[in-house]
């Protein structure tokens, strides 16, 4: 039962990794979308800093406002979301569809490695 504690190490690094590419993606979107350059500056700046504020108010494990699990699994989905259009607006649709199902999968893992404490996974 410790491999599976392992797997609970791996989800969460795995959610930390994806939560960053998806701030990366979101700041790539935004300066692509634009044609003056302070515009981009500012949709690059802009669009990722309100993802991180969000994230860390509602979806961050020590978030200043706890939600249910459900309004959490909300919030990701939405940033999530948001990221995979984000691909898929800069022409990367093959990595839309990885870092969706990616995203997905992990979230999963996490939420619920988190809603049982590990102890579903044998791991107390």
Known sequence: MESLKGL???G??????????????LGWWG??????VWLRIVLAVAV??????VWGMFA????RVRLPVAGVVGVKAVVFGAATAALVGVGHT???????????????VVTVGRAGGGAHWGVE
């Open 8 to 10: 609970f190490v791996v």
């Open 60 to 63: 961050a494990p020590k978030a």
């Open 31 to 36: 300066w692509s979308v634009a044609d003056p």
């Open 48 to 53: 990722p800093g309100v993802t991180a504020v």
């Open 94 to 108: 093959g990595a839309a569809v990885v870092f969706g199902a990616v995203a997905a999968v992990d979230t999963v």
């Open 12 to 25: 969460d690094l795995v959610a930390f990794l994806v939560e960053l590419v998806a701030l990366g993606v």
